[in-house]
């Protein structure tokens, strides 16, 4: 398997995209610790299918927009497995759809600590911890080319950002520690669940190459061959994954 003996933490593992990329990394035979915020069930659920692929796997409950949530975060990971290899920052979300003149100061601050300051905080307290050869994927979103729907501005300047930070980080941390980030588009998950009407959802996925929505096994995959030596010469990459709607 390829990530036998590593550790890897999912931020934001408990649901959805961040839930399929922990089982993917179980199946590649790393041992997995993911993050929750609300998600318990799921999470639960997700480390007893990890467990039983093998592996050793762990949930915790955390928030991480705090710092003390993150620092707990890598504390527990450190203590149980003693090591970091690899860590997925899935954490985020758009919170509500807003337009831009009807947007409070505190509303884009959510958005960007939700989304870009929780990755800043997880990656500079997972790092001293990371040898050489470990890998960061982070999650940007083809809103992060496009600029999102409908009062997602907030949001897709957050996506943007996580891009920029992909490649910024990427040069930063080479060789020893390799960094590249996936921009999904119209993904099958609880986030479309709740913030994308069921009309502009079948509009989007008719105008795929592929004319479906994805899923999140099939982005959980592109995670796991960039979390793994798989693709060893990749780093600083922004992937996209949405089935050909939109080209870059």
Known sequence: MSMAKKVAIVAGGGRDIGRACALELARRGANVVITYHSSSTSALSA??????????????????TKQEGVE????????????????????????????????????WHKVMDLNLTSLFMMSKACIPHMAAGSTIVTLASQAGRDGGGGGAVAYA???????????????????????????????????????TNDTVRANVAGATALKREGQSAEVAKLVGFLASDESSYMT???????????FS
């Open 47 to 64: 480390v007893a299918e990890m467990e039983a692929m093998g592996v050793k796997a762990m949930a915790l409950q955390a928030d991480l």
């Open 72 to 107: 707990a975060c890598v504390k527990a990971t450190l203590d149980t497995f003693g090591q970091i290899d690899t860590l997925v920052h899935v954490s985020g979300g758009l919170i509500e759809r807003i337009k831009i003149t009807d947007m409070s100061l505190e509303h």
């Open 157 to 195: 300047t957050s996506k943007g950002a996580i891009m920029t930070f992909t490649r910024g980080l990427a040069k930063e941390l080479g060789p020893n520690i390799r960094v590249n980030g996936v921009c999904p588009g119209m993904i099958s998950t609880g986030f479309h669940d709740t913030f």
């Open 236 to 246: 600083g990459n922004n992937i996209d994954i949405n089935g050909g709607l939109l």
